[in-house]
């Protein structure tokens, strides 16, 4: 009785291996190493650039700070440890600059927030020559921080010819006094006088980024609610106002960061005094006119900590923002 044999599967060809190496006859280990550092090449001038030009003197700076260290006796320079720092936090005068740093960030930061969200919410709405108000507004924002700071100081707070005084003149003329009171606006209220000038500058940023949080609002629901029958101030308190929460948070963050770090206004229209001095101009005193180079280079490096620290909830507020847009889409 004759039985079937079952058909022996061939044996694969003798010979060397696929090329490559890799598990498939793929590109092996070395091989994708290889053509993942050849994408990132361009990448790498730029890298060693940045790295130059801000990790660099930033590593300079931790070493400086921590040597008593004045350029006008060289020879006595010796190493502090951390004392510097120690100085930083309990010296009256940067305890102050602290304080009205604080003080200075806060009140801008918060004006600046309130009067953008309001031209936001106007500039939402269709009406004519939309595009050329919104062009208007957002001017302040691309003017150079010293020629703004600039134009307060002479256009503006003048007491002998700024605009302030001028209007105040032409009121006080409406009401039969031919001669009245000039006020020095810098003198008088110098810390307001700032803070003005610097909410004149940063508005529009803080506009910007409202105005897209308003325009990425979901057209259904904003439609519905009208349906709804809701009005307009309970679309905007329980609706725009919680979407715009991301928004809100990333402009104060990012307004936080650059206005702690303001020098420009401060050193144009005071030039520190009057209580206007903040940390960024201790910072150039101490170094440029005491020439403590110790001192100034640990409160610069108490300023880049805080910045990193505000930078870090910055980033992750965007990163929150990019994750609910691609989920939504």
Not at 5 to 13: D, G, H, Q, T, V
Not at 16 to 33: Q, Y
Not at 252 to 263: A, K, R, T
Request: a neutral charge.
């Amino acid at each position: 009785m004759s039985t079937l044999a079952a058909p022996r599967e061939a044996a694969p060809p003798a010979g060397p291996p696929p090329s490559g190496g890799g598990p498939g006859g793929g590109p092996g280990p070395r091989r994708g190493t290889v053509r993942a550092w050849a994408t990132r090449a361009p990448l790498l001038p730029a890298l060693v650039f940045l790295i130059a030009v801000t990790q660099l003197p930033f590593a300079a700076t931790l070493v400086i700070s921590l040597f008593d260290w004045n350029s006008l006796s060289p020879d006595e320079r010796a190493f502090a440890g951390f004392a510097n720092y120690a100085e930083v936090f309990t010296d009256a005068s940067l305890r102050e600059s602290v304080l009205t740093t604080v003080l200075l960030t806060a009140s801008v930061v918060i004006v600046s927030v309130v009067l953008g969200l309001l031209l936001a919410l106007l500039l939402d709405r269709t009406f004519a020559g939309r595009g050329i108000v919104r062009t208007l507004l957002i001017t302040p924002f691309l003017i150079v921080p010293v020629s703004a700071a600039l134009l307060f100081k002479h256009a503006l707070y003048n007491p002998e010819y700024g605009l302030l005084n001028g209007v105040w003149s032409w009121l006080a003329s409406l009401f039969g006094s031919d001669r009245p009171a000039q006020p020095d606006w810098i003198s008088d209220m110098p810390l307001t006088a700032v803070v003005a000038a610097l909410v004149w500058q940063w508005t529009p940023f803080m506009m910007l980024i409202l105005l897209a949080g308003l325009q990425s609002r979901p057209a259904e629901m904003m439609e519905a609610a009208r349906l709804d029958g809701a009005g307009n101030w309970q679309t905007f308190r329980y609706l725009t106002l919680p979407h715009l929460r991301r928004y809100l948070e990333l402009g104060i963050l990012l307004g936080s960061i650059y206005i702690v770090q303001n020098f420009d206004a401060v050193f144009t229209l005071t030039s520190g005094g009057l209580g206007t001095a903040n940390l960024p101009y201790t910072i150039y005193q101490t170094f440029y006119q005491a020439h403590e180079y110790g001192l100034a280079s640990a409160a610069g490096v108490v300023v880049v900590l805080g910045t990193i620290v505000i930078a870090t909830f910055a980033l992750r507020v965007v990163s929150s923002l990019f994750s609910e847009e691609v989920s939504r889409s």
